[in-house]
Protein backbone atom coordinates (compact mmCIF):
# COMPACT_ATOMS: atom_id res chain seq x y z
CA UNK A 1 0.00 0.00 0.00
CA UNK A 2 0.81 3.56 0.14
CA UNK A 3 3.65 5.48 2.42
CA UNK A 4 2.81 7.26 5.19
CA UNK A 5 3.97 10.03 2.80
CA UNK A 6 2.15 9.13 0.33
CA UNK A 7 -1.45 8.94 1.94
CA UNK A 8 -0.87 12.17 3.42
CA UNK A 9 -0.32 13.76 0.23
CA UNK A 10 -3.37 12.01 -1.34
CA UNK A 11 -5.22 13.81 1.04
CA UNK A 12 -3.60 17.02 0.94
CA UNK A 13 -4.79 17.11 -3.05
CA UNK A 14 -7.81 16.15 -2.08
CA UNK A 15 -8.27 19.04 0.14
CA UNK A 16 -7.18 21.18 -2.42
CA UNK A 17 -9.64 19.94 -5.02
CA UNK A 18 -12.23 20.54 -2.21
CA UNK A 19 -15.46 22.01 -3.97
CA UNK A 20 -13.95 22.33 -7.42
CA UNK A 21 -16.55 19.85 -8.84
CA UNK A 22 -14.39 17.22 -9.29
CA UNK A 23 -16.56 14.18 -10.80
CA UNK A 24 -14.68 11.86 -12.18
CA UNK A 25 -11.08 10.67 -11.65
CA UNK A 26 -8.58 9.23 -13.80
CA UNK A 27 -5.59 6.85 -12.58
CA UNK A 28 -2.56 5.26 -14.63
CA UNK A 29 -2.76 1.28 -14.22
CA UNK A 30 0.27 1.24 -11.56
CA UNK A 31 -0.77 0.00 -8.43
CA UNK A 32 0.32 3.12 -6.27
CA UNK A 33 -1.87 5.54 -8.84
CA UNK A 34 -4.84 3.29 -8.35
CA UNK A 35 -4.53 3.41 -4.46
CA UNK A 36 -3.74 7.12 -4.58
CA UNK A 37 -7.06 7.96 -7.24
CA UNK A 38 -9.24 5.74 -4.77
CA UNK A 39 -8.20 7.95 -1.72
CA UNK A 40 -8.89 11.13 -3.74
CA UNK A 41 -12.15 9.38 -4.86
CA UNK A 42 -13.63 8.63 -1.80
CA UNK A 43 -12.44 11.79 -0.01
CA UNK A 44 -13.79 14.13 -2.70
CA UNK A 45 -17.04 11.89 -2.61
CA UNK A 46 -16.67 11.22 -6.47
CA UNK A 47 -19.54 8.74 -7.12
CA UNK A 48 -18.13 7.21 -10.42
CA UNK A 49 -15.51 4.66 -10.89
CA UNK A 50 -11.99 5.65 -11.04
CA UNK A 51 -11.17 5.60 -14.96
CA UNK A 52 -7.95 3.46 -15.53
CA UNK A 53 -5.76 3.71 -18.11
CA UNK A 54 -2.06 2.52 -19.08
CA UNK A 55 -1.64 5.82 -21.09
CA UNK A 56 -1.55 7.87 -17.97
CA UNK A 57 1.78 5.92 -16.68
CA UNK A 58 4.78 8.19 -16.00
CA UNK A 59 6.78 8.37 -19.21
CA UNK A 60 10.72 8.26 -19.12
CA UNK A 61 12.59 10.81 -20.81
CA UNK A 62 16.42 9.19 -19.67
CA UNK A 63 18.94 12.42 -19.87
CA UNK A 64 15.88 14.64 -20.15
CA UNK A 65 13.97 13.64 -16.71
CA UNK A 66 13.23 16.69 -14.35
CA UNK A 67 14.37 19.50 -16.98
CA UNK A 68 12.43 22.46 -17.56
CA UNK A 69 11.09 22.38 -21.19
CA UNK A 70 13.36 25.62 -22.13
CA UNK A 71 16.59 23.54 -20.88
CA UNK A 72 15.72 20.41 -23.03
CA UNK A 73 14.95 22.67 -25.61
CA UNK A 74 18.45 24.89 -25.73
CA UNK A 75 19.86 21.28 -25.68
CA UNK A 76 17.98 19.69 -28.15
CA UNK A 77 16.67 22.13 -30.76
CA UNK A 78 14.48 19.48 -32.11
CA UNK A 79 12.48 19.11 -29.26
CA UNK A 80 8.80 20.02 -29.74
Known sequence: G???EGLE???R???RLSGKGVRLVYSSDL???RETAAVLRRALGVAAP?????????MNYGRMNGLKDAVVRARC???R
Not at 50 to 58: D, H, P, Y
Open 50 to 58: VRISRALRE
Open 9 to 11: DAR
Open 13 to 15: AAR
Open 31 to 33: QRA
Open 77 to 79: PLW
Open 2 to 4: LLP
